[in-house]
Nanobody, 129 residues
């Protein structure tokens, strides 16, 4: 059972930055967990895909239009870690952020989390004015 450990959330003023990390307990497997992504859910809203990255051979990533130019996703391969750098944070970025992992086909430009197999417990991000 793959486990995901999230860290780095917190409170920040609008315009500030935060860095979220997600450590996967096992090495990448295209059949199980090599697709990793960040999703968020604000109170009263549906879950939204923020960014995903395929951490296997020929890695590729996608970032949601709502955060493009402000958020970037990257990986630290030796540490089985995916990082979400969040810059120029806005009030609308306030949400619970969840790390997820799934097989290769879970990664798509639609940023749907429907095919993700493993989910972290979530970490809070609060942006204030």
């Amino acid at each position: 059972q793959v486990q995901l450990a999230e860290s780095g959330g917190g409170s920040v003023q609008a315009g500030g930055s935060l860095r979220l990390s997600c450590v996967r307990s096992e090495d990448a497997s295209q059949y199980d967990n090599a697709c990793m992504g960040w999703f968020r859910q604000a109170p009263g809203k549906e879950r939204e895909g923020v960014a995903s990255i395929y951490t296997g051979a020929s890695p590729w990533s996608v970032v949601a239009d709502s955060v493009k130019g402000r958020f970037t996703i990257s990986q630290d391969i030796p540490k089985n870690t995916v990082i979400l750098e969040m810059n120029r944070l806005e009030l609308e970025d306030t949400a619970m952020y969840y790390c997820a992992a799934g097989p290769r086909y879970a990664c798509s430009t639609s940023l749907s989390g429907a095919r993700m197999r493993y989910w972290g417990e979530g970490i809070s991000v609060t942006v204030s004015s």
